[in-house]
């Protein structure tokens, strides 16, 4: 019903900054929030930052202020503004989206992710 699909990881110095877009395609008018994920090797994915619909903002404490999400209604596009990375930001992100009918936890529908690297 809903595709998601990540763009814009890359290798990155620390302090440096970087962009990540999720397109979503499919029955977009159900979704009520987006959300960016992060999961490194052997742990939990975490929640990095989220918009509704409403265009309400909610970020991680590690990211607060350094991060921006958000969206583009008419490019159906979700994006996170990434700036002053640091080593700790390693991680595979993910697009999130949730269903205004249905349930899932988190998210109803996921990404492929991409990786982002912070490293000198």
């Known amino acids: 019903q809903v595709q998601l699909v990540e763009s814009g990881g890359g290798l990155v110095q620390p302090g440096g900054s970087l962009r990540l877009s999720c397109a979503a395609s499919?029955?977009?008018?159900?979704?009520?929030?987006m959300a960016w994920y992060r999961q490194t090797p052997g742990k939990e994915r975490e929640l990095v930052a989220t918009?509704?619909?409403?265009?309400?903002?909610d970020y991680a404490d590690s990211v607060k202020g350094r991060f921006t999400i958000s969206r583009d209604n008419a490019k159906n596009t979700v994006y996170l503004q990434m700036n002053n990375l640091k080593p700790e930001d390693t991680a595979v992100y993910y697009c999130?989206?949730?269903?205004?009918?249905?349930?899932?936890?988190?998210?109803?529908?996921w990404g492929q992710g991409t990786q982002v690297t912070v490293s000198s």
């Open positions: 999130g989206a949730k269903d205004r009918y249905r349930s899932s936890w988190p998210v109803d529908y």
């Open positions: 499919g029955i977009i008018f159900r979704l009520n929030v």
């Open positions: 918009i509704t619909s409403g265009g309400s903002t």
